[in-house]
Nanobody, 120 residues
């Protein structure tokens, strides 16, 4: 199983980035996908999640209206479009895959992360 994030970098406040996560080694279309982030000295937090078929999404309050999660099941890819970035968005962003059946987490996979730095 592999989850490989890309697209991070340094961006000025107000700018945009698009993170990508390439998944392999499991049946991607059966998995809920999420983006988490962890800033220095802080706990990892959920940023956005998308259901296995892309029909449902949810976001942390700070991401609503600025970030959009999407997926392409044909390409085994999940994306996080981030607009109007703020310095407080600076963190390592991690892709996560979760297989949930009847509210039980059967499998849970994570990537190595990509650094996002929002600064002048």
């Amino acid at each position: 199983v592999q989850l490989v994030e890309s697209g991070g970098g340094l961006v000025q406040p107000g700018g945009s980035l698009r993170l990508s996560c390439a998944a392999s080694g499991f049946t991607f279309e059966n998995y809920q996908m999420s983006w988490y982030r962890q800033a220095p000295g802080k706990e990892r937090e959920l940023v956005a999640a998308i259901s296995h078929d892309g029909g449902r999404t949810n976001y942390t309050d700070s991401a609503k209206g600025r970030f959009t999660i999407s997926r392409d099941n044909a390409k085994n890819m999940v994306y996080l479009q981030m607009n109007s970035l703020k310095p407080e968005d600076t963190a390592v962003y991690y892709c996560n895959a979760r297989r949930i059946v009847r509210n039980v987490i059967l499998y849970n996979y994570g990537g190595q992360g990509t650094q996002v730095t929002v600064s002048t």
